[in-house]
């Protein structure tokens, strides 16, 4: 089972709860951060709450709080349909605050994410817009391949956007460019701080 909360470098991810909605809601409704959601609606707390009364009762998903080193929310990321038999989920409902989208916050808990993922998981996938190019090259670098044969075809297109799926393996994460410079990043923030 994956960890309701997850401890990463220089910051950490916690599952959701109603303290955080109003950022959440504030980011949703960003049209900078919208435009890339399937979500056509203006999010309101009302909304907000009916959505997490039905997600806890579900356990195929779930949404972390990305937070920094202060315990500041920054952002949301998550799976959905996991499938613990399988050892397959989906990733996404990733956001980032606009003050957090060029640090190093996006690579230290897509690393921690992913080894978390990586426990009880064989094949992530992730559906991206085809022209989300940050995500894509986000993804590629973490060692997620286009999927010529998408497992999810019905979550590659919606009322609003045509999405390509990728997916990732363990062995291709550990060997991932992102990976590797998380490693150096950490070895020399060590250094550092010897």
């Known amino acids: 089972m994956l960890s309701r909360t997850i401890e990463a470098y220089k910051c950490k991810l916690v599952e959701i709860e109603e303290k955080y909605f109003e950022s959440i809601i504030s980011w949703r409704n960003d049209p900078s951060i919208n435009k890339y959601l399937n979500q056509p609606f203006k999010l309101t707390l009302e909304l907000q709450r009916k959505w997490y009364e039905n997600y806890i009762k579900d356990d195929t998903q779930i949404l972390y709080v990305i937070l920094n080193e202060n315990d500041e929310a920054v952002g949301t990321t998550g799976y959905t349909n996991i499938d613990y038999f399988g050892r397959t989920a ?11 989208r060029s640090t190093d916050i996006i690579l230290n808990y897509s690393v921690a994410l992913a080894e978390e993922a990586y426990k009880n998981f064989d094949y992530i996938y992730s559906h991206i817009i085809v022209d989300n190019v940050r995500a894509i090259r986000t993804n590629i670098k973490n060692g997620a391949r286009l999927n010529d044969n998408p497992k999810y075809p019905e979550l590659c297109t919606n009322d609003k956007f045509i999405m390509n799926e990728y997916v990732s393996i363990k062995e291709d994460f550990y060997n991932s460019s992102n990976y590797k410079l998380y490693l150096k990043l950490r070895e020399i923030d060590k250094r550092n701080n010897k």
Do not use: E, L, M
């Open 90 to 100: 989906v990733t996404g409902r990733f956001i980032i605050d606009h003050n957090y």
